[in-house]
């Protein structure tokens, strides 16, 4: 009797404290599946700011097709998305691309509707940089068509706004007139813009990587804008080019701030993700929002590694100039 009275004292005893075990075992359990949790959305949660990745961002991770980059953006808190080379996609595929992106709630950035990287179209009338044949008609007729182009464009996939680069300087003209030039044709394209509500954004491209591109200043396009006087012809400041052009971004802001409608990114020297260079981009992206601005921050630049691991250091350089970060 007392043997087994012991024993099934011990049994009780044992049960009593493997039931409190196992109380502390799921409490245990359930906090580190929480923790766990909080981790994943934290790890997932939306940017506060409106960050646009490019195609092939997320190649490594999501594979090359840009419907699942875009699905892979999302589920890692992106809310923008940028595709310069829009105009060269299939119609049927800028349509499944604006349909993902709304079915996301994902907002659609710039694409390139015109870019001239080596003859004075704009600034010179001109198709050639080494013949001296201007074409003012032929020319016009040429930019009007990319904007109808560009309207169409806009439709499928969802986009507000369109890049324009104005071409090269022309050796043969003053600047004075080069300007003169440009703005008469920015006018024929904005007619165009304004019948959709589509905003073409200038892009002053810097001396170095661009050599002999009419627009590099700011406050050259800040110029052509007022000129031009269309809402759909305004500035996009890209912050790596101005870095290395101008400089003194914020107080180039401040002054060209009413003609500005769209913002890109990358880090000074390489073009790679904020955080590689010498802008202090945490400073910079809470002024702009404290000035008001909402739109789009264009990831316009390379990674500093490749693969998975180059994926997770961009990741990583975003979280940590986010707003509130």
Request: net charge positive; glycine share 8%; charged share 25%.
């Amino acid at each position: 009797m007392k043997t087994f009275n012991v024993s099934r004292l011990s049994r009780r005893g044992f049960v009593r404290s493997a039931s409190v075990g196992s109380v502390i075992l799921a409490q245990s359990l359930a906090s580190s599946v929480v923790a766990q949790q909080e981790k994943i959305t934290s790890a997932q949660s939306p940017f506060k700011l409106k960050f646009a990745p490019h195609v092939r961002h997320f190649a490594a991770s999501a594979g090359p097709n840009i419907l699942d980059q875009i699905r892979y953006a999302h589920e890692l808190g992106f809310t923008a998305w940028e595709d310069n080379g829009m105009p060269k996609r299939e119609i049927k595929e800028q349509k499944a691309i604006g349909k993902l992106l709304q079915s996301l709630d994902m907002e659609m950035g710039v694409f390139v509707a015109y870019g001239e990287f080596r003859h004075p179209t704009l600034s010179g009338n001109r198709f050639d940089f080494f013949s001296k044949s201007r074409d003012p008609k032929g020319v016009r007729e040429l930019l009007v068509k990319k904007m109808q182009d560009a309207t169409e464009i806009a439709k499928r996939c969802g986009a507000r706004w369109c890049t324009v680069v104005p071409g090269t300087q022309d050796p043969s003209l003053l600047s004075e007139y080069q300007t003169h030039n440009a703005v008469e044709n920015l006018k024929y394209m904005a007619e165009v813009c304004e019948k959709t509500g589509l905003v073409m954004v200038l892009e002053p491209l810097n001396y170095i990587n661009h050599p002999n591109c009419f627009l590099q200043r700011i406050s050259h396009a800040y110029q052509i804008c007022k000129m031009v006087d269309s809402p759909s012809c305004k500035i996009l400041d890209d912050l790596y080019h101005q870095q290395i052009t101008e400089g003194n971004l914020i107080n180039n802001m401040i002054s060209a701030w009413d003609e500005i409608a769209y913002i890109q990114l990358g880090d000074v020297p390489g073009r790679k993700q904020p955080g590689t260079g010498e802008i202090n981009y945490k400073k910079v992206l809470d002024w702009i929002y404290n000035k008001g601005y909402r739109g789009i921050l264009g990831m316009e630049h390379g990674i500093d590694a490749k693969g998975v691991e180059g994926e997770k250091r961009l990741i990583e350089a975003y979280r940590k100039i986010d707003l509130s970060a």
